[in-house]
T-cell receptor
Framework: KQEVTQIPAALSVPEGENLVLNCSFT??????LQWFRQDPGKGLTSLLL?????REQTSGRLNASLDKSSGRSTLYIAASQPGDSATYLC????????????FGKGTMLLVSP | DVKVTQSSRYLVKRTGEKVFLECVQD?????MFWYRQDPGLGLRLIYF???????EKGDIPEGYSVSREKKERFSLILESASTNQTSMYLC??????????????FGPGTRLTVT
């Protein structure tokens, strides 16, 4: 059964720092990997989706990489801002069968002014 | 933009009541999902549907049922609410491309409290 782990569980940084969030998964037979953002008490907002054939995706200050063979993905946030404070979740879609997401438990990020 | 809406942001129900959570998407997506999210347990899939009147159990279907009579609407039903069903419920939808799921889009969530 696919398991997704996110490290660290929580992270606190001063404004302006560049930071990396990590996601690992146990089964490399994935179709895609998706990074989400969740603000307290709210739903999930999709940030980036990487297909298994891709190595990375970029959107503004965010860059996500995927190394399927080692079962790892990273989300890089450049020049962090207080508005980036949220929980970040990664999720993978399996390659075969009914394709439902398996989520990690998230990294809670706090960016201090 | 894809829009997924849920009928209530906050809901308080009594033990034993029948509870309906409604989800509507406006992008003609084939697939719809219901998750619950609990501290320390993350998001867990309750049920999903890949077509009208079709449903599949997720990881934790016990105590829940679903209904999809129209493509845009997916309902989660708690037949007899219990306190251990107090949780945040999230609905999602996604298109289907080439036989596999593509990006999932989430609603704002319903915070259900069962007393």
């Amino acid at each position: 059964k696919q398991e997704v782990t996110q490290i660290p569980a929580a992270l606190s940084v001063p404004e302006g720092e560049n930071l990396v969030l990590n996601c690992s998964f146990t089964d490399s037979a994935i179709y895609n990997l998706q990074w989400f953002r969740q603000d307290p008490g709210k739903g999930l907002t999709s940030l980036l989706l990487i297909q298994s054939s891709q190595r990375e995706q970029t959107s503004g200050r965010l860059n996500a990489s995927l190394d399927k063979s080692s079962g790892r993905s990273t989300l890089y946030i450049a020049a962090s801002q207080p508005g980036d404070s949220a929980t970040y979740l990664c999720a993978v879609t399996p390659l075969r069968g009914y394709s439902t997401l398996t989520f990690g438990k998230g990294t809670m990020l706090l960016v201090s002014p | 933009d894809v829009k997924v809406t849920q009928s209530s942001r906050y809901l308080v129900k009594r033990t034993g009541e029948k509870v309906f959570l409604e989800c509507v998407q406006d992008m003609d997506h084939e697939n719809m999902f219901w998750y619950r999210q609990d501290p320390g347990l993350g998001l867990r899939l309750i049920y999903f549907s890949y077509d009208v009147k079709m449903k599949e159990k997720g990881d934790i279907p016990e105590g829940y049922s679903v209904s999809r009579e129209k493509k845009e609407r997916f309902s989660l039903i708690l037949e007899s609410a219990s306190t251990n069903q107090t949780s945040m419920y999230l609905c999602a939808s996604s298109p289907e491309i080439a036989g596999t799921l593509y990006e999932q889009y989430f609603g704002p969530g319903t915070r259900l409290t069962v007393t």
